[in-house]
T-cell receptor, first 114, second 116 residues
Framework: AQSVTQLGSHVSVSEGALVLLRCNYSSSVPPYLFWYVQYPNQGLQLLLKYTSAATLVKGINGFEAEFKKSETSFHLTKPSAHMSDAAEYFCAVSPSGGYQKVTFGTGTKLQVIP | DAGVTQSPTHLIKTRGQQVTLRCSPKSGHDTVSWYQQALGQGPQFIFQYYEEEERQRGNFPDRFSGHQFPNYSSELNVNALLLGDSALYLC???????????????FGAGTRLSVL
């Protein structure tokens, strides 16, 4: 069984401020973890992935996330928010073996204030 | 290189009707997964196809069925539509093998289904 919990359905930051979106996971087997971004009326775009290599993962658009097994967390960060970062962000988990059922969190909507 | 393509983009149906949604995977991908995303929710896994067989299924009734063709494209069929089936239906493709590529799902833009 696997699940993710995203803390905060809405997060507001000022342009230029740190972005921190929280994700905690639960998995009975070693997980793969993902962050996706969804802009209005669009599909999901992969930001970054953890697949059991380096625990600090760098993604597109300046985002990164750190896998912390002891805390079962995979928080997403970006040092300086840009207006174009306003979107909905989804954390997701899948088992590292077998078929690829991916379980998504409920999403965090990021608002960037000018 | 074309990404994942879905058709149609929008669809309006009435209760009780049947609908078929289509998906073409990204080039080189052999696995197709379907998700339902209700308004304000995260995507919910419906099922996944590999080698023309349903490999995994989420918690959806039998009214939801699918098919994968030899060229890896896929269809999602929903019978006896209910108002609650109104959602964005997302198709994702991936490859079943390979350490660096496995489980990385690439999504299409979705089909927005409205049931009246």
């Amino acid at each position: 069984a696997q699940s993710v919990t995203q803390l905060g359905s809405h997060v507001s930051v000022s342009e230029g401020a740190l972005v921190l979106l929280r994700c905690n996971y639960s998995s009975s087997v070693p997980p793969y973890l993902f962050w996706y971004v969804q802009y209005p009326n669009q599909g999901l775009q992969l930001l970054l992935k953890y697949t059991s290599a380096a625990t600090l993962v760098k993604g597109i658009n300046g985002f990164e996330a750190e896998f912390k097994k002891s805390e079962t967390s995979f928080h997403l960060t970006k040092p300086s928010a840009h207006m174009s970062d306003a979107a909905e962000y989804f954390c997701a988990v899948s088992p590292s073996g077998g078929y690829q059922k991916v379980t998504f969190g409920t999403g965090t909507k990021l608002q960037v204030i000018p | 290189d074309a990404g994942v393509t879905q058709s149609p983009t929008h669809l309006i149906k009435t209760r009780g009707q049947q609908v078929t949604l289509r998906c073409s995977p990204k080039s080189g991908h052999d696995t197709v997964s379907w998700y339902q995303q209700a308004l304000g929710q995260g995507p919910q896994f419906i099922f996944q196809y590999y080698e023309e067989e349903e490999r995994q299924r989420g918690n959806f009734p039998d009214r939801f069925s699918g098919h994968q063709f030899p060229n890896y494209s896929s269809e999602l069929n929903v019978n006896a539509l209910l108002l609650g089936d109104s959602a964005l239906y997302l198709c994702a493709s991936s490859v079943i093998t390979g350490r660096d590529t496995k489980n990385i799902q690439y999504f299409g833009a979705g089909t927005r289904l409205s049931v009246l």
